[in-house]
């Protein structure tokens, strides 16, 4: 397997989740279980390194290194290139995943991180909208850090600009795969 880190996103604040720390939701699959947990587990069946992106302190106790985005206040940008930056010095590949997708199961998440790409970042693309899912995506830390410098110096935080200015590879998927992206933005989404 390609070296890989995975960074699990729980910098969010959930004002749509009511200020609920998402990672923090339970496992639907095992209530004993947090998102981050999840997550947590899949990396070590994978045997790759986990590390947490926004150092919150609800997420302290998981004993995960966690990183401070870079800069602050910049959205998720600031913490996919704190990811890249960490990565870099581990000469790995950064596997970026946003905490509430519950269902991303080990396999899908296997082929993240093995995919043959020699493009500087893979994500799925949705063939309607034509959107990258850049947060269950694959990065080049050497490759995409001048990208995201770039669009930090223009004030342009979207990670969208990010994945298609690093001619981005789409990992392919099926309709069952697209599914297992599902995310929890809102309180109805964890009850449906």
Request: charge should be negative; hydrophobic fraction near 40%; proline fraction near 7%.
């Amino acid at each position: 397997m390609l070296q890989c880190v995975m960074g699990i996103f729980v910098g969010g604040n959930s004002s749509r989740m009511g200020g609920r720390p998402k990672g923090m939701l339970r496992y639907p699959f095992d209530a004993k279980l947090t998102l981050v947990d999840h997550f947590h587990e899949l990396a070590q069946h994978l045997g790759i390194e986990c590390v947490l992106v926004g150092n919150k302190v609800d997420y302290a106790h998981f004993g995960l290194y966690k990183l401070s985005d870079k800069p602050a206040g910049v959205g998720p940008l600031g913490g996919l290139h704190a990811l890249l930056d960490y990565c870099l010095g581990r000469d790995a590949l950064a596997a970026a995943v946003a905490c509430d997708m519950p269902y991303v199961s080990l396999e899908l998440m296997r082929r993240l991180c093995t995919f043959p790409c020699d493009f500087p970042a893979l994500a799925p693309r949705d063939p309607l909208t034509q959107r990258w899912e850049p947060l269950f995506a694959r990065y080049e830390p050497r490759r995409v850090i001048p990208i995201i410098q770039d669009r930090l110096s223009c004030r342009d935080h979207s990670l969208q600009s990010v994945v298609t200015m690093a001619h981005g590879e789409t990992l392919p998927l099926s309709s069952e795969e697209w599914s297992l992206l599902k995310d929890w933005d809102e309180e109805q989404d964890v009850t449906r």
